[in-house]
């Protein structure tokens, strides 16, 4: 037998976690293949990172354990330990995952010390400068040896950018096997009588962008969201304790309280979340993967934004975009009510086995 091929995976936050969830089970069909998973501590809640943990039955070998600070000091930070477990581990790929401070500054890592990169969920564009996330992508992707595309879009971007069909491959969506391999569990969930809410009979909504919920005017916009809905239907609203902070030093906070129809959580695991994204009406949204999960579930989802770098969603599945504007919104919901709202398809290769697609070309390359 020769030497063992090894592959190191660094996530750094909860949405990449989920992405991750399957590769050391894929990869003990391949005796040859060691895979470590490096957790920069990115997203430093622990009380939410161990649920997700023990959730996925899967530990990081790595925590680097990283302070909350700015940007440009966690990525430092992030560098200067990671390069420790790099020359120490001696891996011969490091994967990194989507588009947070943590991928961009572990593909700078591995870059500097000549391990190969590969990057999963490459390619996707929003166009928005505006959006750290996008520079995150395009400098990750510009130096990156490998790209693992979950949709055609990605495909393209990474064509028009001079990548060739040599290094790119289309595998499909890794989220989309942590839904299917847990789907038993999420099905067990008991989030909708815990929350007094039945199914189809409540709507779903996840704010977290910092135009909407950091500013005064933008909680204001939020508050009349929620009162529109909320005439009509219940609403579910997991919501991040910066958001909670941010309407109390607002004074925004009992307003919200106040309304009968609107149940406030806190963040919640994944299997919960999980149940209530399959189990809702609609969702309203403005964040990425939970475009990705309705698409996939052929839920209804209205995000309110101005552009997506998962466009798939809307020319195939079953979300749209719409602009944080209450009439817009209000007639949205009413296609949606009286069944003339679009039939979302699933996406080409969203079907569970993503992550063995790549872990065979891992093998190979």
Same mark, same amino acid.
């Given at each position: 037998?020769g ?6 995976i660094?996530?750094?936050?909860r ?5 991750i969830?399957q590769?050391?089970k ?5 005796p040859n293949?060691e895979?470590?998973v490096?957790?920069?501590g990115?997203?430093?809640d622990?009380k939410m ?9 899967l530990v ?5 354990n990283?302070a909350?600070?700015t940007?440009n000091k966690?990525m430092?930070?992030?560098?200067s ?7 120490d581990?001696k ?5 990194v995952?989507?588009?947070v401070n943590s991928?961009?500054a572990a ?7 000549d391990i ?9 564009r929003?166009f928005?400068?505006?959006?750290p996330?996008?520079?995150? /992508?395009? &400098? $990750?992707d ?6 693992f ?5 990605g495909l393209?971007?990474?064509l ?7 290094n790119?491959f289309m595998?499909g969506?890794?989220?989309i096997?942590t839904?299917?391999?847990f789907?038993?569990q999420?099905?067990k969930s008991t989030?909708? /009588? ?10 779903l ?9 950091d500013?005064k005017?933008g &909680?204001?916009?939020l508050?009349g969201?929620i009162?529109m809905v $909320?005439?009509?239907f219940?609403v579910v609203?997991?919501i991040?304790p910066?958001t ?5 030093y607002f004074?925004?906070h ?7 129809n &609107? ?14 994204i399959?189990e809702?009406?609609?969702i309203?949204?403005?964040s990425?993967?939970?475009q990705?999960?309705t698409t996939f579930?052929?839920?209804?989802c209205?995000?309110l ?5 998962r466009?798939v ?7 749209e975009l ?9 007639s ?5 009510v009286n069944?003339?709202y679009?039939?979302?398809?699933i ?6 086995k993503s992550?063995e ?9």
């Amino acid at each position: 037998m020769g030497k063992k091929k090894k592959l190191l995976i660094v996530i750094g936050t909860r949405p990449n976690f989920i992405k991750i969830t399957q590769f050391k089970k894929e990869a003990k069909k391949f005796p040859n293949l060691e895979i470590k998973v490096v957790h920069t501590g990115q997203h430093y809640d622990t009380k939410m990172a161990d649920v997700f943990f023990e959730q996925f039955n899967l530990v990081p070998d790595y925590f680097l354990n990283i302070a909350p600070s700015t940007a440009n000091k966690q990525m430092a930070e992030i560098i200067s330990k990671l390069e420790d477990v790099l020359i120490d581990h001696k891996p011969d790929w490091v994967i990194v995952v989507g588009d947070v401070n943590s991928t961009f500054a572990a593909a700078l890592t591995a870059n500097k010390l000549d391990i190969k990169i590969a990057h999963l969920e490459s390619g996707l564009r929003s166009f928005d400068k505006s959006m750290p996330e996008e520079h995150n /992508r395009i &400098l $990750t992707d510009a130096i990156s040896d490998l790209f693992f595309v979950t949709e055609q879009s990605g495909l393209d971007n990474l064509l028009k950018e001079g990548k060739t069909n040599k290094n790119t491959f289309m595998v499909g969506n890794t989220m989309i096997d942590t839904m299917v391999a847990f789907s038993k569990q999420i099905e067990k969930s008991t989030i909708l /009588r815990k929350i007094g809410v039945q199914s189809k009979q409540f709507v779903l909504m996840t704010m977290h962008r910092p135009a909407t919920v950091d500013t005064k005017e933008g &909680l204001q916009k939020l508050i009349g969201l929620i009162d529109m809905v $909320t005439l009509d239907f219940k609403v579910v609203f997991p919501i991040h304790p910066r958001t909670v902070s941010s309407m109390e030093y607002f004074n925004l906070h009992q307003q919200l309280k106040n309304n009968p129809n &609107l149940i406030i959580t806190d963040p919640l695991d994944y299997f919960s979340f999980q149940k209530l994204i399959k189990e809702s009406k609609f969702i309203i949204t403005d964040s990425g993967g939970i475009q990705e999960e309705t698409t996939f579930l052929q839920i209804p989802c209205l995000t309110l934004r101005s552009n997506t770098e998962r466009p798939v969603t809307i020319t195939i599945g079953s979300n749209e975009l719409i602009a944080f504007d209450l009439k817009k919104i209000k007639s949205k919901i009413n296609t949606i009510v009286n069944g003339t709202y679009k039939a979302g398809k699933i996406p080409k290769y969203w079907d569970g086995k993503s992550t063995e697609r790549i872990i065979k070309i891992l093998t190979k390359n």
